[in-house]
């Protein structure tokens, strides 16, 4: 269940697996980084519902959340997520207070953001296990958004990130 955009931290954690391997050259442990593309199934995008049903639906139960699948699925440890970035430190440390049982040691997790584009949640979990961010060789770089990396990098306070971003934009201004 993904949050609406009002909300700032639009992530949530499954253990379930994906299919697209990447993998991670700090991890020690065997486990790689993983993307699994999606497609929305959400009620706006199904064609069985008529705008009636919709409209009716939202006044009725005054939605503060959506089902929304994803449109990718990365593959991350929380030990890694926690000690690069205090909001993910802070909503791990929030699930695991609502009840989960698992700890940093516990076994990978899958890790959904749903307001940010796949390539910028890529280069920003590269950026968190590397401390780099992706060559200009690599297939990212032409689907990235500067912009929006600045913008991953400022939600989920990783103030390097945002600093190197920065001064790449204003690179590119000069």
């Known amino acids: 269940?993904?949050?609406?955009?009002?909300?700032?931290?639009?992530?949530?954690?499954?253990?379930?697996t994906s299919s697209l391997e990447l993998s991670s050259e700090t991890c020690s442990s065997s486990s790689t980084l993983l993307v699994t593309p999606k497609c929305c199934l959400c009620t706006c995008h199904n064609q069985d519902n008529n705008d009636l049903e919709i409209t009716y639906d939202l006044q009725q139960s005054h939605i503060k959340y959506s089902n929304i699948t994803?449109?990718?699925?990365?593959?991350?440890h929380k030990a890694v997520l926690a000690a690069r970035s205090s909001s993910f430190a802070s909503q791990i440390r929030l699930n695991n207070l609502n009840g989960s049982t698992h700890n940093y040691k516990s076994p990978p997790i899958d890790l959904y953001i749903d307001d940010l584009e796949p390539s910028t949640v890529r280069a920003m979990l590269i950026y968190i296990y590397t401390g780099r961010l992706p060559t200009s060789n690599d297939e990212i770089n032409n689907t990235l958004n500067p912009i929006d990396l600045f913008r991953a990098a400022v939600q989920h306070d990783l103030n390097e990130l945002r600093d190197l971003t920065k001064s790449a934009m204003l690179d590119v201004l000069k």
């Open 1 to 16: 269940m993904a949050q609406s955009s009002s909300e700032t931290n639009n992530f949530s954690f499954n253990h379930s």
């Open 70 to 76: 994803p449109l990718a699925t990365f593959h991350t």
